[in-house]
């Protein structure tokens, strides 16, 4: 059996012509930036529209891709945010950056204990949904890409046009915010400020 | 670097040791890391949950026709072989359909130029013509397109010509089938 092709030999074949390694492409990885685009959107009719654009980018031949800077994947993930900043510039549908909370130092939040860890599987994963759904876009981003995606730092880092370190520092205080924000829905009020979120051009 | 440094966004090219060597010194951010480890769990099966989600495939039709209309109609892919078979219902029906539509005594025999002018077809899909009992049903929700094999027969009764020199008994499409398993037009490749 041959070794599955590669996304840069099925984008070589598919700007020969080969419908066929387009459509492999597609297949491969069109779920994960569909899902990308359905979480940082809240909505199905603009995740399909962007997953569309996205593509339809590659159909064209627009999508400017150079694999002297990283790979097709994160490449796909960088135009589909740049399509999905477009949208919140449209719509200003963006949860706001601000988290709450002042210049809370750390030790508000040691506790390590899991906070859903009475609930079924079903309720954790719609508690999760539901915090995921409430960080703002760029702490947001980092968490789909990383933990629900399972994209890796450097790709991610391509995706988000940001550091490595950037990536890793807010993919930890997005948990930390996740954890405080399940917390205070398990148990009521909004009694544990987030660590302040900082300012960032990106 | 301080605590401050490591959780907020750092725009310079900091080194990953930075943030090890900082982590491993600081019991604060060491805590604070570790409040994040089972939300990280958790992330997991919500990951999992979610990887059945994908986009639908109107979208993937969508871009077959774009990418057709760039690059031309290729040979038909052994791989979508697999999918001639799950279509093979809804490609029953729609024989089934093309044919007794033909055959009703009421129905104007059309001509090739005018092909079953049931349905207004919007631009995007001026290659695709609307089946006959296709009509009134929604432009755009859920369609897949799937390659299929139809017999010659029910396409010239059609008033559809042949339009190749070939002998063969059956004539290659494309169908857009709608979520109920319904084909709402075709387009013939030959
Ligand atoms: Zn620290």
Redesign the pocket.
């Given at each position: 059996m041959k070794p599955p092709e590669s996304d840069h030999q099925l984008f070589e074949r598919l700007r020969a012509g080969q419908e066929q390694a387009f459509l492999a492409l597609y297949q491969k990885r069109q779920p994960a930036l569909y899902r990308f685009a359905l979480q940082m959107s809240g909505s199905a009719s603009v995740a399909e529209d962007i997953t569309q654009d996205v593509f339809m980018a590659l159909v064209r031949d627009e999508c400017g891709y150079d694999p002297s800077r990283g790979s097709l994947a994160a490449y796909l993930f960088g135009i589909a945010r740049k399509l999905l900043l477009r949208q919140y510039e449209r719509r200003r549908s963006d949860v706001p950056v601000d988290t709450g909370g002042g210049e809370a130092g750390?030790a508000e939040l040691v506790d390590d204990a899991d906070p859903l860890a009475d609930l079924t599987t079903r309720e954790r994963v719609e508690a999760l949904r539901r915090a995921v759904a409430s960080l703002p876009r760029r702490y947001r981003e980092v968490v789909v890409l990383c933990d629900l995606e399972e994209v890796d730092y450097a790709e991610a880092a391509v995706a988000l046009g940001c550091p490595i370190g950037t990536v890793r520092s807010r993919l930890h205080r997005a948990r930390s915010m996740l954890a405080v924000k399940l917390r205070d829905e398990r148990h009521g009020g909004a009694s544990v400020p987030a660590w302040k979120a900082a300012r960032c051009a990106i | 670097m301080?605590?401050e440094d490591?959780?907020n966004d750092l725009t310079g090219p900091e080194p990953e040791v930075d943030f090890e060597a900082?982590?491993a010194?600081?019991p604060?951010?060491?805590a604070?890391y570790a409040a994040g480890r089972p939300v990280a769990a958790n992330l997991r099966l919500l990951a999992a949950d979610m990887k059945r989600v994908t986009a639908p495939p109107r979208v993937e039709a969508r871009l077959l026709r774009a990418y057709r209309e760039r690059y031309g109609q290729p040979v038909p892919p052994a791989r979508e072989l697999h999918r001639w078979w799950a279509a093979a219902a809804a490609v029953l029906l729609a024989a089934g359909a093309l044919w007794t539509g033909a055959r009703s005594p009421e129905r104007p025999r059309v001509a090739s130029n005018s092909p079953v002018a049931i349905a207004a077809v919007d631009e995007q899909d001026a290659a695709f013509v609307p089946l006959p009992n296709a009509a009134g049903s929604p432009q755009d929700d859920d369609v897949d397109l799937v390659r299929v094999e139809l017999p010659r027969s029910a396409v010239t009764a059609l008033g559809i010509p042949a339009t190749d020199d070939s002998d063969s008994a059956s004539v290659e499409a494309e169908v857009l089938v709608g979520p109920d398993g319904m084909a709402r037009a075709v387009r013939f490749l030959n």
């Open positions: 750390f | 301080n605590c490591y959780w900082h982590l010194a600081c604060a951010c060491t604070r």
